[in-house]
């Protein structure tokens, strides 16, 4: 009796809580549709923008790229001399300088990762036939700042190789991988002890987590942008894609892993 009232009052609380959150899209999507509307000056804005990036292409590339590069020196240095500590410490105080590292490893991969996005993101304003089209000076331009690009990418994937390196100084059991490999994170999963393994899970919970929520309203921003400013609809149909894949493959992996069980029993 008790478990038939009980899903009663789950299936009612889903269903107040889908009425509420369609009201409340309903209230905003009709505020934003009013304002897109009534003004362009979200259009103008990102019009705006796109030529003021593509008037300093250069030059911001090559800031990401310098500041890119800076931030990664500083960091390996950073990850060195902790792992110095490391080598000569007991084990308390291992355990807080592997954390510490850990952090500081954290940051300078996040950089990493920031700088290439960043220089995508500049480079991809001039990335269009009209731009391009429009004099031989912003071919030239954006020539140059592919080029730029280039660089900045070979370097942060050397620095990202150069990281795992400075890991391995105080991991001696991950010697053996290696990071230019397509089955570097596979070898050192492989490698982690058990306590690793289990951070490492979690983590990727958290994100699949992330996502499953962070994709949705992605997508319903990116139909409104199409709605309002005529962005067209593949931006769309990728964030829709990625969601999907990222549900599949997440769920295919929860099988596939207990069928893994399975066998070994």
Known sequence: MKTAENKKNYNMKFALKMLFWMAVGGVLGLAVVWFGTQTKLVGRFFEDLALFVQNLMIPMTVVITAGGIIIGEVILKKMRAMTEKILHAEDEECDELEYQEERIASFGLNISNLAMALSILVVSMGYSGKYLGNS????????????????????????????????????PEFNDTDPSSRK??????ERCDEAEKEQIYESSYH???????????????????????????????????????????????????????????
């Not at 990418?153 to 400075?166: A, D, H, L, P, T």
């Not at 570097?184 to 999963?189: E, P, T, Y």
């Open 184 to 189: 570097f994170q596979k070898q050192w999963l």
């Open 136 to 171: 031989d000076k912003n071919a030239m331009n954006f020539m140059v700042a592919i080029i730029i690009f280039v660089i900045c990418f070979f370097y942060e994937g050397i620095w990202q190789m150069r990281y795992v390196k400075v890991i391995q100084l105080s991991r």
């Open 207 to 265: 994100t699949y987590l992330f996502l499953a929520k962070a994709l949705p309203i992605a997508m319903v921003f990116a139909m409104l942008a199409n709605l309002l400013y005529d962005t067209g609809v593949f931006a769309v149909v990728l964030l829709a894609l990625i969601w999907v894949a990222s549900t599949v493959y997440y769920t295919h992996s929860c099988i596939a892993y207990r069928k893994k069980k399975i066998i070994r029993k």
